[in-house]
C-alpha cells in the first residue's frame, strides 16, 4: 500500500463531501439549477477519483508504475474538478474564470490518461 496515494484518497474523498453539501446546501439559493448541475459534475468526479485513488494505493502493482498514474488522476483532479468549480461559481466572483477555462479540459484529457496508462500497465504486465 502506498501511503501518499492513500491519503491523497481520501483528502480528495473529504473535501468531495464538504463540497458536495456545501453546493447542495449553500450554493442552493444563489446559483441557477444548470450552474448547480455543473458544481455537481465537480464533485461527482472528484469522488470517482478519490475512489480510483484508494483503490490504486492497494492495487498490487510495483510502485513505479503507480507514480505516472497517481500523478495524472491527482492533477486531472485538480485541474478538472477545481475549475468546474470556479466556473459554476463565476457569477458570484469579480474574476472571469471563463478565461481560464482551458484548464477544464487539460484535466479531464490527464485523468483519461492516467485511467489509459494503468490499463496499459496490467495489460502488459509491468
Same mark, same amino acid.
Given at each position: ?13 473529504? +473535501?468531495?463531501?464538504? +463540497? ?15 450552474? +448547480? ?49 470556479? +466556473? ?39
Amino acid at each position: 500500500m502506498n501511503k501518499t496515494i492513500l491519503i491523497t484518497g481520501l483528502v480528495f474523498g473529504i +473535501l468531495a463531501v464538504v +463540497l458536495g453539501a456545501f453546493g447542495a446546501h449553500g450554493l442552493k439559493k444563489v446559483l441557477s439549477p444548470e450552474e +448547480l448541475n455543473t458544481f455537481e459534475t465537480g464533485v461527482k468526479y472528484q469522488m470517482y477519483h478519490a475512489l480510483f485513488l484508494i483503490f490504486l494505493s492497494v492495487l498490487t502493482l510495483n510502485e513505479v508504475a503507480k507514480k505516472p498514474v497517481y500523478i495524472l488522476i491527482t492533477l486531472g483532479v485538480i485541474l478538472f474538478s477545481f475549475s468546474i468549480y470556479l +466556473l459554476a461559481t463565476n457569477n458570484l466572483t469579480a474574476f472571469d474564470f471563463r478565461k481560464i477555462g482551458i484548464i477544464t479540459p487539460i484535466g479531464g484529457t490527464m485523468l483519461i490518461g492516467g485511467w489509459g496508462y494503468l490499463l496499459f500497465r496490467i495489460l502488459t504486465n509491468n
